[in-house]
């Protein structure tokens, strides 16, 4: 049995490493009962993610619904790979053309926010920086040595990293804007909080409604309470 909670402790220390990056992690503060925050998020996995990146475990049709959208606003504005409502949301690009140009194929996001964490993904988002000495000239504050361009950049600008020695290691401190992209810092922030919503909403696209369901629940559970509470008295009052 100890040898099984050893082995056990020892597979979780890489996962939650996983999960917190690396760096200082930024309040994604996500809203996911704001159906337009959603729809925003949506347009931009669409157009900024879906080319390499899929989400094969949702639905477009599943999308429509939740999102609060028709499925022809769907066909017309999300659908850029099927012209199946009911069909997944794959990758455009082929996965052995993906090997060939990066080295690896760009993974699945259907999961990524239970994977990593909102924070996280909202954090990295934001943390690209000017790095001439990598392939695509960036990297990433909280994903060091990224394989990923900034495909945001024309949103975001581009900015450099300012890093500190500290005991010998550097140590991030800030980032200076270079060169302004087509929106604001506040913006972009805010459009980056959008994308991390809606991927938080497509790892678990019921949690919505789980937890509407749940606090009928805790609502039923505390009638029930009072009631077997009452019950129980009334059995055991001529007891002694």
Not at 79 to 85: A, G, H, R, S
Request: proline content about 4%; some cysteine.
């Amino acid at each position: 049995m100890n040898k099984l909670i050893v082995a056990f402790l020892l597979a979780l220390v890489p996962l939650l490493g996983m999960a917190s990056g690396g760096g200082h992690l930024e309040d994604a503060d996500i809203d996911l009962g704001d159906q337009a925050s959603l729809q925003r998020g949506a347009k931009y996995f669409v157009n900024y993610c879906l080319s390499c990146h899929s989400a094969k475990f949702q639905r477009y049709n599943r999308t429509a619904k939740d999102l609060g959208l028709s499925e022809e606003e769907v066909k017309e504005n999300l659908m850029f790979t099927t012209d199946k409502i009911g069909e997944t949301m794959t990758v455009a690009m082929d996965a052995q053309d993906a090997n060939t140009w990066f080295g690896v194929a760009p993974p699945d996001l259907s999961v990524i926010a239970r994977a990593r964490g909102v924070d996280w993904i909202y954090t990295y988002l934001r943390s690209f920086y000017i790095d001439e000495s990598r392939p695509f000239g960036v990297n990433n504050v909280v994903f060091p040595d990224v394989g990923m361009p900034h495909v945001l950049w024309k949103l975001q600008g581009t900015q450099k990293a300012v890093f500190q020695e500290h005991e010998g290691q550097k140590v991030f401190e800030k980032f200076e804007q270079v060169t302004p992209g087509s929106l604001s810092p506040e913006e972009f922030d805010a459009a980056m909080r959008d994308l991390t919503a809606f991927l938080s909403y497509v790892g678990e696209p019921i949690q919505m409604e789980r937890k509407r369901l749940g606090t009928w629940v805790l609502l039923f559970l505390a009638v029930f309470f009072v009631l077997a509470y009452l019950l129980k008295k009334e059995y055991w009052k001529d007891v002694h």
